[in-house]
T-cell receptor
Framework: GAGVSQSPSNKVTEKGKDVELRCDPI?????LYWYRQSLGQGLEFLIY????????KSGLPSDRFSAERTGGSVSTLTIQRTQQEDSAVYLC????????????FGSGTRLTVV | DQQVKQNSPSLSVQEGRISILNCDYTNSMFDYFLWYKKYPAEGPTFLIS?????DKNEDGRFTVFLNKSAKHLSLHIVPSQPGDSAVYFCAASITGANSKLTFGKGITLSVRP
């Protein structure tokens, strides 16, 4: 597609439930990133996929968070046993190379845990 | 530990005047800096960047200044336009590391007509 697509755009879930957030990067982009923005905070790095290399998971806040990228394209971020502090906007970005100017962000998924 | 700091949460300027958005960083390893602009319900979009080998980069109405000794950068918008009203994020990275960016909390700029 023309841009990075994220779904759903909004998600309200009950505390303790699992959620899956989806990211469709720009076709051909080898790098994919997940960030989140909590209320009043900057964008917090979560995880980075580059080609077939092992992902950089150093930003995942707990073992309740996991992500995968199938076939080098679509990525799913899964949050198990959601907590209220997980409420945030989850942003996905992709780029064609390691050039930071090539980051293209999606519009994000606003997750609210009640 | 906030490695990239945008200490002013908001800024309001008159249309046609200069907007100066400030950013400080603490990690001396950072050598590449970027500004992103974000409108409501949209993802951030890249605006302008600067490498640590430079102290200034200009693109149209936007200029970024870098003061390495002070670990400070600023974004100047001249002249400011109402369409510039958005949240501006400062970001930093280390060349050679993965492409991970460290972002500040953002500054909300309002340009008054």
């Amino acid at each position: 597609g023309a841009g990075v697509s994220q779904s759903p755009s909004n998600k309200v879930t009950e505390k303790g439930k699992d959620v899956e957030l989806r990211c469709d990067p720009i076709s051909g982009h080898t790098a994919l990133y997940w960030y989140r923005q909590s209320l009043g905070q900057g964008l917090e790095f979560l995880i980075y996929f580059q080609g077939n290399s092992a992902p950089d998971k150093s930003g995942l806040p707990s073992d309740r968070f996991s992500a995968e990228r199938t076939g080098g394209s679509v990525s799913t971020l899964t949050i198990q046993r959601t907590q209220q502090e997980d409420s945030a906007v989850y942003l996905c970005a992709s780029s064609s190379d390691r050039g930071f100017y090539g980051y293209t962000f999606g519009s994000g998924t606003r997750l609210t845990v009640v | 530990d906030q490695q990239v700091k945008q200490n002013s949460p908001s800024l309001s300027v008159q249309e046609g005047r200069i907007s100066i958005l400030n950013c400080d960083y603490t990690n001396s390893m950072f050598d590449y800096f970027l500004w992103y602009k974000k409108y409501p319900a949209e993802g951030p979009t890249f605006l302008i960047s600067i490498s640590s080998i430079k102290d200034k980069n200009e693109d149209g109405r936007f200029t970024v200044f870098l003061n390495k000794s002070a670990k400070h950068l600023s974004l100047h918008i001249v002249p400011s336009q109402p369409g510039d009203s958005a949240v501006y994020f400062c970001a930093a990275s280390i060349t050679g590391a993965n492409s991970k960016l460290t972002f500040g909390k953002g500054i909300t700029l309002s340009v008054r007509p």
